[in-house]
């Protein structure tokens, strides 16, 4: 696209965008500049200053302004807000939105494509009732200092961790909160940074101080009066990123390990966790059907009331397509959790137990995917992924439930391995009709070096029990079908094809040549081009 694309990434609540070297966005604008390069596409990553804990006009106003500023002439603008960021997000596109702003909103909105909101409280959370409270308030700045302080220090100083257990012992009855601790521990953990960071943080404090409007708006209540003013844009494709953290219990408290400051972090999500989950089973927010086939399909059943990412209830999340359903916790879906491997340092603001990515789940990882390809499912166990890993196999449960959830992370992997090549393919220059023909060949190659979809989808398929392998087929048909899709406006666009429906033809496309792939009279890689060529004569203009 002429002018390429502008991405804009909006902080969440209480969001620091910057204090001294710590970045909200830092793994996240990493990992973008990283892709982009990768996909050869031309994009400008901004990160918009939002006001903390200002009202969502201010804060959508703030959004607007600073697309305005940097937009320039030409590209797609797609805005992506984590947390209460993507209610920032879909208030600044929002159709027929008054905000307080001298920028020219709808100039700015009719520049958007997309609007992705990651793991934000669309139908509000019950957490944001508690921190409303006056108690709430003061416990709320003690946790947000605290987040900056282990994502700075990587670890709480004993001297703190001491106090920490019975304060949170019973936070979620209101029970045994003192206000005077709260403060005493917040100065002592303030007192530990430097001169200079510790004006930047008092500075953010204060900011936040002078207005708190957004908690109440945070609310069940606050949301339902949000979403019934708030309309999306027509034209605008809206997309979400789902998480679910596990539960805490006895084996999350064992995966925090002897770790004092890690028992103590995680006595504080087990009770926020507690307070997150308590959407009354009655004000359930209801999914449309896609919706629902696509947790279902991730989390391998509908997440209940009470599943939440120690923040935001899973079920408040969706809006619009989703994109991704990440077992995680609200912060480690933005790259803050904890693998020292990665540059720069990862560290987990919580610790929950998730154990979202590291060196060690890779292990198991690949070594799961040699294992399913050779044996197949059923004669795959869990003892033998272990044994090819190099970990023991209590080591697997930090990481996974059961050996179904080690093939839907295997499988989504591979998922995405094809979506990342398949992108990269149709990103290179050349008509319509040039890039589909690359897909085809990409498509081909693909199969032959994948042994476990050989396994699965041809030789071994009977040995997987049918629901798991159709939610799975499902996912790998809707990913496919909107990539060939938006190839196929493209083609129209530029006249190279001729007008038909996108999706239905999109989906003839790639149901056709998957249906090749699954048969055996015939070598894949022998019949696709003559597949291609005839349905390609059939899409050219008459």
Request: glycine share 8%.
């Amino acid at each position: 696209m002429p002018g390429g694309h502008h991405l804009y990434l909006v902080p969440g609540f209480f969001g620091f965008t910057n204090l001294g070297e710590l970045r909200y966005f830092a793994h996240v604008l990493d990992f973008l500049r990283a892709r982009a390069r990768a996909l050869g596409v031309r994009a400008d990553i901004h990160v918009v200053r939002t006001h903390p804990t200002a009202s969502l006009p201010q804060r959508a106003a703030r959004v607007v302004e600073t697309i305005a500023e940097t937009m320039g002439r030409a590209g797609a603008v797609h805005v992506i807000g984590h947390s209460s960021g993507g209610l920032d997000a879909r208030l600044a596109v929002a159709s027929g939105v008054s905000l307080p702003s001298d920028a020219n909103v709808e100039r700015v909105a009719r520049r958007v494509r997309t609007v992705i909101t990651v793991a934000t409280p669309h139908h509000g959370t019950p957490l944001a009732s508690f921190f409303a409270s006056l108690l709430g308030q003061r416990l709320l700045r003690f946790l947000s200092l605290w987040t900056v302080y282990v994502l700075r220090f990587g670890r709480l100083p004993i001297s703190v961790v001491a106090k920490l257990g019975a304060l949170f012992a019973r936070l979620d009855d209101h029970v045994g909160l003192n206000i005077a601790l709260l403060d005493q521990l917040f100065g002592q953990l303030l007192a530990d940074f430097s001169p200079t960071r510790r004006g930047a943080v008092e500075t953010f404090f204060a900011e936040v101080s002078r207005d708190q409007a957004l908690l109440p708006q945070l609310t069940p209540e606050g949301l339902e009066l949000f979403n019934a003013t708030t309309r999306d844009r027509p034209g605008v494709r809206y997309g979400s990123v789902v998480t679910r953290a596990r539960p805490p219990g006895v084996r999350s408290t064992l995966a925090a390990g002897l770790d004092p400051s890690a028992q103590a972090t995680h006595a504080l999500y087990q009770a926020l966790y507690r307070l997150a989950s308590r959407t009354p089973r009655g004000q359930v927010p209801a999914l449309a059907p896609a919706q629902a086939r696509w947790l279902r399909r991730a989390y391998g059943t509908l997440p209940g009331p009470g599943a939440n990412d120690g923040i935001v209830p899973t079920r408040s999340q969706p809006w619009g397509d989703l994109i991704h359903a990440a077992q995680a916790d609200h912060l480690d879906v933005i790259g803050h959790f904890r693998d020292r491997a990665k540059p720069p340092r990862h560290t987990d603001w919580l610790t929950t137990g998730q154990a979202s990515d590291s060196p060690t789940r890779a292990r198991v990882l690949a070594a799961a995917e040699e294992r399913f390809a050779a044996f197949g499912y059923r004669r795959t166990g869990i003892a033998e992924i272990a044994r090819d890993a190099g970990v023991a196999p209590g080591t697997l449960y930090r990481y996974f439930e059961n050996k179904e959830e080690i093939f839907r992370a295997v499988m989504r992997e591979g998922l995405v391995r094809w979506l990342e090549t398949a992108r990269r393919v149709l990103a290179e220059p050349g008509t319509a009709l040039e890039r589909l023909a690359r897909l085809g060949e990409a498509s081909v190659d693909h199969n032959r070096e994948n042994a476990l979809i050989n396994s699965v989808y041809r030789r071994d398929g009977e040995i997987i029990f049918a629901p798991l392998l159709e939610e799975l087929h499902e996912q790998l048909v809707h990913e496919n079908v909107a990539m060939i899709a938006d190839v196929i406006r493209d083609g129209i666009r530029e006249g190279t094809l001729r007008e038909v429906d996108p999706e239905r033809t999109a989906f003839i496309l790639f149901t056709g040549g998957d249906a090749l792939s699954s048969q055996s009279h015939y070598p894949y890689q022998e019949v696709l081009p003559l597949y291609g060529e005839i349905v390609m004569r059939g899409l050219v203009p008459r």
